[in-house]
């Protein structure tokens, strides 16, 4: 299970987070599946529509089952990527997001907000602005996130 993507996404992925911070910032990935592999195409930022609330939430990895519950990512933005993707003859193969002075590692509001098995979750840390640690985890089958290869084409 290998993520491909170009140097040009991962620079993308760290201004995105370098750009947002101190809040998080969060994107789709929009590609192709092939058996368990998957390639990204193009990136699908998303603008946050929560407030400044739900950094607190993810840090203390509050609970976020109950009324109030949040999406790093809302079912409409979902859409709206997917219209986007099909479009383009592109599927959405996974998100990434910032953990601006966290590491990046999901948090238990990761977990918890996650959906699709075989998605990939790129998360980058952004430390006083600037981009750190890169990681890529596989969503799967058991609903865990696993680490999964990150290789890039150019
Ligand atoms: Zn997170």
């Known amino acids: 299970m290998t993520l491909y993507l170009q140097t040009s996404h991962l620079e993308a ?3 995105h987070g370098e750009q947002t911070y101190p809040r998080e910032c969060c994107g789709l990935m929009l590609g192709t599946f092939k058996g ?11 603008d946050n529509s929560w407030d400044g609330e739900l950094e607190v939430k993810e840090s203390i990895g509050a609970d976020a ?14 859409l709206e ?3 986007y993707a099909r479009q383009k003859n592109l599927d959405i193969i996974g998100n990434y997001h910032s ?5 990046a590692r999901p ?3 990761d977990l918890d907000t996650a959906t699709f098995s075989g998605y990939s979750h790129i998360i980058v840390a952004i430390e006083q602005g600037a981009s750190k640690d890169l990681t890529c985890w596989l969503f799967n089958e058991d ?5 999964e290869a990150l290789e890039t084409l150019a």
């Open 107 to 109: 948090s238990p509001f």
């Open 36 to 46: 368990d592999d998957k390639t990204v195409h193009e990136l699908w930022r998303v």
């Open 143 to 147: 609903r865990a996130f696993e680490p």
């Open 13 to 15: 992925i760290r201004r």
């Open 65 to 78: 089952q109950g009324s109030e519950r949040r999406f790093l990512i809302s079912p409409q933005d979902y």
């Open 99 to 103: 953990h601006p002075d966290h590491p």
């Open 81 to 83: 990527g997917q219209k």
